[in-house]
């Protein structure tokens, strides 16, 4: 009996030594980290961000207007008989844009003038016939005077020198009511040609030679490009914080410029569909016509905002972000959210903060991970 209890011992042993052993050959030693290897970064330039006050503005677009559009429309319904300009002439201000028929006026000129020839020689008739009758009355004066002639024949002779005055004095309204007529002939003459009010540019022409003019209708169309202004529409929310000489920045694509401009009006009445208003604001400068499709920056008031320069801006596909580099001197790509631009510098509206170090110089260079050259 004990002979099989120690046999049975030995075997327990023998398993556990050999359940010792094969666990000590199954363990490894844990292998012992290597460090990192980062790329070295050098020849880029690095900025702090700080938070800056800027004006805060509002973004809009409009359209070109020349200050001075005028309508040229006839005054008397007649036939185009010549039209001297083309769209695109430069005209200058009195110039003879067309003509309408003016046959009809000028027969009425030639009325007016023979009835006032006719008035001119039956006032002189008159005059004449004013100063006979005063000389014939002072002698009959004198003959009264004498006792030559009765009060009767006196008082006939006074009648008639009254007559005479009245004649003269009625021949010379007659006069001047001729005389008013023939100018008004001759305006109605002046009607049948059409002059430019204006120096300025044809920029539409609604006629043809033959058509038929109808007083009111517009004819042509010029601008006087010596002035011209924007008009952009904006929303009612701003109503009240723009001002009438307020500077705009205004940006015109089709001729690749630039340039400022101010508030010259502001027309208070709101749209109830569009809740919006709009405003004028005037631009001076070479290369302006209307039609121009204007973008425009409207200051509306302060506030603080995180800039950093385009040239930091990295965009991969898709994503937009800067090189950023913490306190280790280790560059993360990190995604920003960018807003409006500011003078080249665009607006950060997430992703960093204040004080912030990005590389904004070498960007080309930078690598996401990698780690400043020592001294940068």
Known sequence: MK???MGRRQVLFLLLVAGLLLTGCGEKAAPVAAPVKRPILSGVSIATLASTRVDEFFEATGTVRAANTIYVAGRMMGAVTSLLVKEGDAVEKGRLLLTLDDRDVVQKVKAAEAGCQEATKALAAAKQNRELTDMTHRRYQKMYDEKAISRQEMDQFETQKKLAGLEYERVQEMVSRTAAGL???KIYLDFTRIVSPVK?????KKIEVGGMAVPGMPLLTVE???AFHA???VDESLSGKLRVGAPV???LEAIGRQIPGKITEILPVVDPLSRSFTVKVSLNGDGLRSGLYAKMRIASGKKEIILAPRSAIVEKGQLTGVYAVDGQD???YRLVRTGKEYDGQLEILSGLKPNDRIIVQGVEKAVDGGV?????
């Open 3 to 5: 002979a099989r209890t």
């Open 372 to 376: 400043l050259e020592k001294g940068k």
């Open 183 to 185: 100018s008004e002939a």
């Open 200 to 204: 300025g540019i044809v920029t539409e």
């Open 224 to 226: 006087n490009r010596a």
């Open 249 to 251: 920045r205004v940006s």
């Open 330 to 332: 280790v560059v993360t």
């Open 231 to 233: 008009e952009v529409t």
